[in-house]
């Protein structure tokens, strides 16, 4: 069972995480990423490529359903402006054990970093400025190939 | 052959639109051809493209090298790394 | 911010999740386990040493907190009897950063497996058996040293 | 000495209570040394004791190795390996 969604809305881990947890799984895993408000961000903006988008975090969940036998995978990701605090992004997984559940969730949201078209900017005040990817994103995703 | 090119982030800023549709020149039969084709443009195109290394790409949204062959493709997008999670 | 309990109640991991995102944290990560409804098990039970539990999770807790720089730690375990489906443990954890909430997540139930005086009877029918420990789960706590 | 006695799980339910107050007799220093004097009681004791690699230990609610001092510890726990989370 596979969920992506890309919205402007808002979401709610614990709904999605009570989504993922029927069928029988023992085990759940979740990372969700925030906009953090210690570095003097006012707004952060996500754009995306719309289409491209859905194809690609459906690709990285189906893999991660094959590798590691999952009985769920969902990517949940905000576009638009969201405020410091605010949920970006959501990823779930459900398997029998733990250690797949984990790895699964790792692998997703690392390779959504490296993989999926979004591009973040961020204003500080008046200025803004798009960011720039980092090598330390490519190290992790290449972690799993 | 007319194409579709999308442009995202602050490759789109500077090109000033989203989108446009062109018309292939022959000899532009690759992206890092249509990189240099369009900042042949000048103005925002220039400085869009003018550093090819920081420029990625995809094909009918697949993500492909800069050496990848446009070949009947139906969209180029052109984009910086992508920033997302 | 370290939260331990153990607790006979069921508990709403969507509310554990919100509790640890305040601080600024830029990253959230969870595990859940649950009863698994594949086995035949009827009845889970678990039984525990109330205040060695606590002691050790919350020594558990301030490693991962110290090594990882975790803003917060939530670790929440139901003792007593359980049904298939209802979820066992909580693990929650908050960091400027992804890698370090998910590595600090993953320690905090592969070391809880091996160092909290938890017990598991199961019930399937009329037939009850203690859980026996699992040499797994000792290889997955020795990668945290 | 008046010692503290908890047990749990199968080494409880062998035993037949979850806790007591024992005199430790001289002699009797360590958990390796309490669990084969548990043992030479009989009974259920027998039964829960007889394979002492399957019992784990804790004194004063912190694990230790069988072969640990007793010293002047106040409550000891024996129990088999723990399988929570």
């Known amino acids: 069972m596979i969920d992506i969604r890309v919205q402007t809305e808002p979401f709610d ?6 989504a ?3 069928g029988g799984a023992g085990a759940v895993a979740s990372f969700t990423g925030l906009v953090r408000s210690d570095d003097g961000v006012t707004t952060l903006e996500l754009e995306h490529y719309p289409g491209m988008t859905e194809a690609a975090l459906r690709d990285l969940a189906e893999q991660a359903v ?5 009985s769920a995978a969902t990517i949940v990701h905000r576009v638009g402006p969201m405020a410091p605090g605010e949920r970006i992004v959501f990823v779930g997984t459900a398997a029998p054990h733990r250690q797949a559940a984990l790895d699964a969730c790792s692998f997703l949201i690392d390779r959504l970093k490296t993989e999926a078209p979004f591009w973040k900017r961020e204003t500080r005040g008046d200025e803004a400025r798009w960011v720039d990817a980092r090598t330390s994103d490519d190290a ?3 972690r799993w190939r | 052959m ?9 490759v789109r800023e500077a090109v000033g639109t989203g989108q446009e549709r062109v018309e292939l020149p022959e000899g532009v039969t690759t992206i890092s051809a249509l990189v240099d084709w369009l900042a042949a443009r000048g103005g925002g195109y220039a400085e869009a493209f003018a550093q090819p290394d920081r420029i990625r790409a995809a094909i009918d949204e697949r993500f492909v090298p800069l050496d990848a062959t446009i070949g009947s493709a139906r969209e180029v997008a052109l984009f910086p790394p992508v920033t997302g999670g």
């Open chain 1, 13 to 18: 881990p614990g709904a999605e995480l009570g």
């Open chain 1, 20 to 22: 993922i947890e029927g």
């Open chain 1, 66 to 70: 094959a590798r590691w036998s999952l």
């Open chain 1, 140 to 142: 992790a995703a290449q």
């Open chain 2, 2 to 10: 007319a194409l579709d090119l999308l442009y995202f982030a602050w």
